[in-house]
């Protein structure tokens, strides 16, 4: 009982994803859901370096390499998304906008 | 064990060191702004002004210390230590000098040497944002809100030709940890010209060194890119709101962001604690004879009749410089002393290279500063990476 | 030896002329159009020249144009003695008719257009009269109906044209049904649309080809003939197309295009020569289109109306000739014909210019003293037509009733009354134009240099034409008619000429107004033939009207609307009431989308554990 | 020992960051729990011997990306959120699933992750700069190429999307 159980990092992982989409679920400022799809996939990061240390190879941390690559894109794209949508309906509820047309 | 121990002395020893060099880098900086602008600066608060920073921590410190109304308080008081303390780590991986003997115990002079310590200086800059970033915002008022935006839009943009600046000389020396990447620096052309990252072979990193700095300016807000606290815009930018202590770490802030800046360039391109010149060249009685020849003049001007007030002052500080030319003889602290002049002697030079550009240099306007760096400092950094690499993919590095 | 040029320039020509036209001075107009012709021509001549007798066929072939299994078209070029002939006439015609349209067209409104589609037609007719295989030469069939179609409705502010083009384009789309169908069967029993492989597989031995066949063949070509040479029964649309600019009359409707029919089935001569009952076919077709056109020309008052129904007369004596087994006495005629009848037709062209654009018969009169150029020109042509010795037409009618007569006695006798009866109306129409006194207002002016030149030169053709003896240079190609010459054949068929020539003097020269009275005098029969025996009523009511009310009443309202728009809208309803319970799901709220997400990977989940995911 | 209490420690910080970032109102409370649930987790990657990621993890994350959204937060001077009483769906699908799903997962992992695989710091270094330049280099490097065209395309989105001037 002096060394961690490499499952408690994917438990971990688990319930921070949960939080995640719980997050997601509940809050209504874009921004916030956004943060929560971001937390979502530092969960997911940290099941792969888990795994990347289970089985002593390192693509699991290029594969973690790769989602922060894609956040990256993601966050500027989607920050992009949100002003442009807080230029146009001057508001950040998410519930306020769900019109499909522009 | 014995590690904690060691380590905590260092930390502790280092702290000492690294706040009395901040408060009086401000001293020195107004003495040399003064003299800049034909003025005698600080002077009146003991001795040639010496004891003018220990003034100022005491006013600042029996300051009131107001917080606005409508600020966000947890992160207001938040911000200032946060970025205080993001200025003062990475302190704890420069390599002031090489690994030494004292008591027996060999141990580095540096806290610690991790292998990734450039991309933790990165990681600490990049985070050093926030401080200001949050300050402007939970202050609450527009000219900090207004000061905040523009730093953290300022220092994000100057991020990326840094990191490219920082990435071509690790292309020449092969590796992360700073003290490896002080040790390939040694070693001299033609016996005289050293191997530092800006001289070295195939691909010396002159441009990435200019890029370097001038990003360093705008990472710690100064002149010429301290637009987030233009004065004549937004009275004191992101800390218009601070008082007091807050205030007084934030001033910390930004020169412990100078120094550690001023020391990353060293160690990056000057070869940290390396010598100028061979050892066996006599480097080594460079320091002695240096104090020697300033405590020197210090005493002549002391004894001269025609400056009564400084009868007392000055022969002290020969005397000073004359003990610490001594010290730097004493062989058992010699291999100690020496390596940290060079890279005091550096990082000082530096240093005063910021007061200077601060005493000589308009304030950009923001575009234009946005403009420099995105149109100029980022394409011309990433030339020189492409450059470089093709140099040494071709003759080796 | 470049084939390919022949057709190529007169394309260049349009293409030029098409493109770049409407920034072109009349001037540069002219050289562009008729240089590329006259080049044509000169290259003709320079080739045959080349040839010398093309004892055999001379082929070119450039590029496979279609290839897809056994079918391979490509676009062969080949030049015989058939061809020879035709390429001769085609270029030459079209030449002189080139040079005339510059005068005629001089005033008109869509200079460049014209011209422009006139090489289009020669293009197209000279790759038809060139072409080394079926496929080929259908595409220039079909070409020069388009080139029809346009120049017919040329003046296409005036709706009589547009229809007239329409109903041109129409009918021959029937005739062009039977040839593609008679092509596919060439194809699938040949294996080859190449005539040469074709016509050496016929002459080897017909084999696995049963005479059935070859009769179904010979009767869809025959079909297609009808249409193109515009005989019974798809004759309809010739007088129509009369509709269009003078010299189109002439080049495309008497001279060239009409006679494409002729050519093909001359071309084919070896599979007709397979298959006798299709011959035989021919030859009646022929035959009763001759004489049936040749009593409604009688009452025409349009003195191209006149004109164009000799024109299908006369194409009904080739078909005759063709199909009483005199293939060259056919072609003979042709080339006699495409003198004497562009000759009149520009002749009428050139009176209708005279008279400011005036067509009627009874406005005319006593024009021999205004324009006795013209009038010279179109006697001459007459006097061919009418079979009057020693001019063209003698031979080359001669020819087609000998052989007649040695095919079926009845064929000769029906032959000789249609000549009369064609000498009769064409010199009809002559002496109302020339003779007695003006009956018009207009002020008759002769026609310019440029169109009574090529007059002059037509009518020296159609005089001495005759002397060309196309049967003997064709004689390699086709079987000779037999040559027991007896005399009172030729006197028969002259005499009959000679009567027509006479009683249309008697009528309309010597005693005016005697025609009146016969005309009142069988009244019925008059108007029956007046109105052209109502064809065109009969055709309306018989095959148009039909078609119109069904494709309203069935095709539109039913089909249509009914069930293809039914089906459409059907979709389209049936898709909204589906989006409709959709939309409940999309309800635009991100917060709900993600909710159903982890409700999916839920289901998905399980579905995992329950296919024993956990052991 | 050290690893237990490292990981508690910051396990515990991570998971209440993250449980901050959810009931929180106010988004930039959100992102500054949220940067600290990404700097405990770098740590946890260093532990796993992932020294690279754990750096990127703080310079891209930490660094670039939530700079990035506590600018926005303070560009669009976001407030406290109010409540709408929309979405049924969530309430009634969303957060039962959600829960059940949880448990799977743990489930799933108690019983297929290797349970004897204990984690002591220093048994798997692989993860420095040059193991992953190496392969990043060779075994991944479309990939690699394929993620820069993708930035590159981004950015030119983003700045298309933002370049729109207010009306």
């Known amino acids: 009982m002096h060394s961690v159980p490499l499952s408690w990092y994917l438990i971990l992982s688990a319930v921070l994803f949960g939080l995640g989409v719980a997050g997601f679920l509940l809050r209504r400022n874009i921004i916030t859901v956004f943060m929560c799809i971001e937390l979502m996939l530092n969960a997911v990061n940290l099941s792969f370096v888990a795994f990347s240390y289970q089985l002593k190879q390192i693509d699991g941390h290029l594969y973690a390499f790769f989602v922060m690559v894609v956040a990256a894109a993601e966050a500027a794209v989607g920050l992009a998304i949100i002003l442009t949508v807080f230029k146009n309906r001057a508001t950040l509820q998410i519930d306020e906008v769900d019109s499909m047309k522009g | ?397 | 030896m470049h084939l390919w040029l022949i057709p190529a320039f007169p394309l260049a020509g349009f293409l030029l002329l098409g493109l770049a036209g409407r920034r072109m001075s009349q001037r540069l107009i002219n050289t562009v159009a008729v240089g590329s012709v006259l080049l044509s021509f000169l290259w003709v001549l320079r080739t045959l020249s080349a040839l010398g007798t093309l004892e055999q066929p001379h082929l070119e072939s450039y590029f496979t144009w279609i290839q897809s299994g056994a079918l391979r078209a490509g676009f062969d070029l080949m030049v015989d003695r058939l061809t020879a002939v035709m390429m001769l006439v085609v270029t030459g015609v079209g030449l002189l008719i080139h040079i005339y349209s510059i005068g005629y067209m001089a005033h008109e409104g869509g200079y460049y257009r014209f011209f422009a589609f006139l090489n289009l037609f020669m293009f197209f007719m000279l790759t038809l009269v060139m072409a080394a295989n079926f496929l080929l030469m259908f595409v220039g069939w079909e070409g020069v109906g388009l080139c029809s179609y346009l120049l017919i409705g040329f003046y296409f502010h005036r709706k009589s044209a547009t229809t007239a083009g329409n109903k041109a384009f129409i009918v021959n789309r029937i005739g062009d049904v039977g040839f593609t169908l008679a092509i596919l069967l060439v194809f699938i029993h040949f294996q080859s649309l190449d005539f040469q492989t074709v016509f050496a597989s016929l002459a080897t031995n017909p084999a696995g080809v049963t005479t059935a066949a070859l009769t179904a063949i010979g009767l869809l070509l025959l079909v297609g003939a009808t249409g193109k040479s515009a005989q019974i029964p798809l004759y309809v649309w010739l007088p129509d197309a009369m509709e269009g600019p003078t010299p189109v009359s002439a080049l495309i409707h008497a001279a060239t295009m009409v006679t494409a029919g002729v050519y093909m089935v001359a071309r084919c001569a070896p599979i007709y020569l397979q298959a006798p009952l299709a011959l035989e076919a021919v030859a009646w077709v022929g035959l009763a289109t001759a004489f049936f056109s040749a009593t409604i020309g009688l009452a025409q008052n349009d003195i191209k109306k006149v004109f164009a129904y000799s024109t299908v007369s006369q194409l009904g004596y080739m078909f005759l000739g063709l199909g009483a087994g005199a293939f060259s006495a056919g072609i003979f005629h042709l080339v006699t014909h495409a003198f004497f009848k562009a000759l009149l037709f520009l002749g009428a062209g050139s009176v209708i210019h005279a008279l400011g654009g005036e067509q009627d018969l009874r406005n005319m009169g006593g024009l021999r003293k205004h324009i006795p150029v013209t009038f010279f020109t179109i006697l001459c042509a007459a006097v061919a037509i009418a079979g009057v010795p020693p001019f063209s037409g003698f031979h080359s009618k001669d020819a087609i009733l000998i052989a007649a007569y040695h095919h079926s006695p009845l064929m000769f006798w029906i032959g000789v009354i249609t000549a009369g009866l064609t000498a009769f109306y064409v010199f009809r129409a002559v002496f109302l134009a020339f003779f007695g006194s003006y009956r018009g207002q207009a002020h008759p002016h002769e026609s310019p240099k440029v169109m009574t030149l090529p007059l002059a030169a037509l009518a020296l053709l159609s005089i001495g034409g005759g002397y060309f003896d196309v049967p003997r240079w064709l004689h390699p190609l086709f079987p000779a008619a037999e040559e027991a010459h007896e005399p009172w054949l030729v006197y028969v068929s002259v005499a009959a000429g000679l009567i027509g020539i006479l009683a249309a003097y008697g009528l309309y020269v010597a005693r005016p107004g005697l025609a009146g009275q016969i005309a009142d005098r069988l009244g019925a029969l008059y108007r029956l033939v007046y109105n052209k025996y109502f064809v065109d009523e009969i055709y309306d009511r018989a095959v148009v009207r039909p078609v119109v009310d069904g494709s309203q009443t069935v095709l539109w309202r039913g089909v249509d609307v009914g069930l293809i728009d039914g089906a459409v809208n059907g979709i389209g309803s049936w898709a909204r009431g589906t989006g409709a319970v959709l939309r409940l799901v999309q309800s635009g709220n991100i917060r709900s989308y993600a909710a159903w997400v982890v409700w999916g990977s839920l289901v998905a989940l399980l579905g995992f554990v329950a296919a024993g995911g956990l052991r | 020992m050290t690893e237990m209490l490292i990981f508690w420690a910051f396990a515990v910080v991570s998971v209440g960051c993250a449980v901050n970032l959810v009931i929180q109102r106010h988004p930039i409370n959100g992102a500054i729990s949220l940067i600290g649930v990404m700097g405990s987790l770098a740590v946890l990657y260093l532990q796993l011997g992932a020294e690279f990621i754990a750096a990127v993890q703080v310079i891209v994350y930490a660094g670039a990306i939530m700079v990035l959204f506590v600018f926005v937060i303070m560009l669009l001077n976001a407030e406290a959120e109010q409540r709408t009483g929309r979405s049924a769906a969530v309430r009634l699908i969303g957060f039962p699933s959600l829960a059940v799903l949880l448990l799977l997962v743990g489930m799933l992992i108690r019983r297929l992750a290797p349970a004897p695989e204990s984690v002591r710091f220093g048994d798997f270094m692989g993860g420095t700069a040059e193991n992953i330049g190496r392969s990043l280099f060779t075994g991944y490097l479309l990939p690699f190429e394929v993620t820069s065209a993708l930035i590159l395309v981004a950015i030119i989105g983003a700045i298309v999307l933002a370049h729109k001037e207010i009306d």
């Open chain 2, 1 to 397: 064990m014995e590690f904690v121990i060691l380590t905590l002395v260092k930390a502790a020893l280092w702290a000492v060191i690294i706040l009395t060099t901040l408060a009086y880098l401000q001293w020195v900086e107004r003495k040399v702004i003064a003299h800049i602008q034909l003025r005698l600066g600080p002077s009146r608060v003991g001795p040639h002004g010496l004891l003018q920073p220990l003034a100022d921590v005491i006013k600042l410190l029996t300051k009131e210390d107001l917080t606005p109304p409508q600020a966000n308080k947890l992160l207001f008081v938040f911000a200032p230590f946060f970025s205080v303390a993001l200025a003062l780590l990475p302190v704890a991986v420069l390599p002031f000098g090489p690994e030494v003997e004292i008591f027996g115990i060999r141990t580095a002079i540096q806290l610690t040497d991790l292998d990734i310590g450039v991309l933790f200086l990165l990681a600490i800059s990049s985070l050093s944002v926030y401080g200001i970033a949050l300050a402007g915002w939970s202050s609450n008022s527009k000219y900090a809100l207004l000061g905040g935006l523009r730093a953290s839009a300022q220092m994000v943009s100057y991020e990326l030709p840094m990191a490219l600046a920082v990435a071509s000389p690790l292309l020449l020396s092969n590796t992360l940890s700073l003290q490896e990447l002080v040790i390939t620096q040694s070693g001299y052309y033609a016996g005289w010209i050293p191997q530092w990252n800006f001289f070295k072979l195939p691909a010396p990193q002159v441009i990435s060194y200019l890029v370097f700095l001038m990003a360093a300016f705008a990472e710690t807000n100064r002149i010429p890119f301290d637009l987030p606290e233009a004065e004549n815009e937004l009275v004191a930018g992101f800390h218009t709101e601070y008082s007091s202590l807050k205030f007084a770490s934030f001033f910390m802030a930004e020169y412990a962001n100078m120094i550690t800046s001023c020391a990353f360039a060293t160690v990056l391109f000057l070869g940290g604690y390396l010598p100028l010149w061979p050892a066996e060249k006599g480097s080594d009685l460079f320091p002695t004879a240096l104090f020697l020849a300033g405590g020197a003049i210090a005493m002549y001007h002391g004894l001269h009749p025609a400056r009564p007030r400084d009868r007392r002052t000055l022969p002290a500080v020969a005397l000073l410089f004359w003990f610490l030319a001594f010290l730097f003889q004493v062989p058992r602290l010699k291999q100690i002393l020496i390596p940290m002049f060079w890279f005091g002697f550096k990082t000082g030079f530096l240093l005063f290279v910021f007061m200077w550009v601060r005493g000589t240099l308009p304030r950009f306007r923001y575009d234009q500063l946005m403009a420099f760096t995105w149109k100029f400092l980022f394409p011309v950094a990433m030339l020189n990476m492409l450059a470089t690499g093709l140099l040494v993919a071709l003759y080796g590095g």
